[in-house]
């Protein structure tokens, strides 16, 4: 989650500007295309996770308010997002069935949708994962995960993703320094130290997701004041305490989106499309923005062939 109180400084200047989209050989992103989604709700916007399903007609979008949105992407014969039809919205219990506050309790941040159709969510505040059987069902606690790090108020388990296996991995918006890694944590009914990741000055962590294709995606954010957000998307191969292939996908300019917070990564019959959803932080000045990529790897279509 980003601090409104610095949110104030984003101004209303977010044209667009073509991607900056380093990328190893044979990997190609191309822009796909953007929408602003809008809704005269007032537990609307704060946008910190979304989950796209493997075909990529249905959704789940998690405010940093404990509440949930889910339906259907309404996209054209070319794929474009053209709409996002709600077909339900809740606010997420405890695990006393009790709706939970906005706040320290109820700040939550990234999600993971099972194969199994569970919901698990990260918050931080209170730093802890919680598994939904359904969206309106109490909350199914976990064991706390262990102090790292860098891991403070308002900078907690922002980023969490489900492997195929059903194990959970997060990982922390921050380390204890610019130049220190961050600490990926794997959680299969306990919490482990999974491995380390690069992090480079300024970059936090913000949302991440596997891939059909076994890639770890992680998406970053910097924030520069007035001068907006700028955005990354890097992926990477995970092993028991290796990471490998670490490269840079995306780098946008400031101001070319919003703060985008969340991650999806599906395979579209193309490549991976990378859909990603931007936090508002409830301010008239920001707005929500599903925006989308895809990756044509050369090494995929050589699998698929």
Known sequence: MFDRRLGTLTLALLGFVLAT????????????????????????????GIDISADGTGFHALTDRAHLYWGRVERDAQGLVRGMAVAGRTNLNDSKGQPLPPGYTGDSEGIA?????????????LDRVATYDDP???ATTHP???ELPGIGVNVGLEALAI???????????????????FTILSFDGAWTEYGQIRRDPRWRAVGAD??????????????RGIFGFASRVRR??????????????????????DNLEGISVWDDGVGMRITLISDDNFLFVQRTEIVEYRLRD???????N
């Not at 190893?24 to 809008?38: E, F, I, N, P």
């Not at 990477?236 to 989106?257: C, H």
């Open 113 to 125: 949708v099972g194969p199994d159709g569970r919901i698990h969510v990260s918050f931080e505040g």
């Open 21 to 48: 989209a380093p990328a190893r050989a044979g990997a190609v992103l191309d822009y796909v295309g953007t929408y602003v989604w809008s809704m005269d709700q007032t537990t609307f916007g704060g946008f910190s």
């Open 210 to 223: 596997f891939g059909p294709d076994g890639w770890f995606y992680l998406l970053e954010r910097d924030f």
């Open 144 to 146: 706390r995960p262990p």
């Open 298 to 304: 050369s090494d995929l279509q050589a699998l698929r």
């Open 163 to 181: 492997a195929d296996d059903g194990t959970l991995f997060a990982v922390p918006e921050r380390s204890g320094s610019e130049s220190q890694p």
């Open 136 to 138: 309106d069902a109490p």
């Open 236 to 257: 990477m191969r995970l092993a028991p305490g290796v990471i490998q292939d670490d490269e840079i996908l995306l780098e946008t300019r400031p101001l070319q989106y």
